[in-house]
């Protein structure tokens, strides 16, 4: 049990486009129609996984995006079609991901 409650994120430094660094944690990344998306969540030191479920909630997503050859994560508040899209996705992956780690995994005997 008490490696359950072990809880290390994967956190990544990004930088605006004025030069602003800010951590986030990762939360989920995934593959939709041929691009990659990234759930985030700004970084607090002393987040645990209980605070990610019971905040509010949000997270930011990105999607990489190649520019002179190098790669970049960008948001995708822009496009509202893409944006509703890939957050309904995350969202219900995100849910099902916490559940089975608060709920255990009963999905696995159906």
Same mark, same amino acid.
């Given at each position: /049990?008490?490696? /359950?409650?072990?809880?290390? %994120?994967?956190?990544?430094? +990004?930088?605006?486009? +004025? ?5 986030? #944690? /990762?939360?989920? *990344? +995934? @593959? ?6 990234? *759930? /985030?969540? %700004? ?6 996984? @209980?605070?990610?479920?019971? =905040?509010? =909630? ?10 002179? =050859?190098? @790669? ?15 957050? #309904? ?10 559940? *089975?780690?608060?709920? =255990?995994? @009963?999905?696995?005997?159906?």
């Amino acid at each position: /049990m008490s490696e /359950m409650n072990e809880y290390t %994120p994967e956190l990544y430094e +990004l930088e605006d486009e +004025l030069g602003n660094k800010r951590d986030f #944690e /990762m939360i989920d *990344a +995934l @593959e939709i129609d041929g691009q990659q998306y990234f *759930a /985030m969540t %700004p970084s607090n030191k002393n987040q645990n996984i @209980e605070s990610i479920l019971y =905040g509010d =909630g949000n997270f930011i997503i990105f999607k990489t995006k190649e520019v002179n =050859g190098e @790669e970049y994560l960008v948001s995708i508040v822009d496009d509202d079609d893409e944006y509703i899209k890939v957050t #309904e996705i995350f969202q219900k992956r995100v849910s099902e991901k916490y559940d *089975a780690y608060f709920y =255990g995994e @009963e999905s696995d005997s159906e």
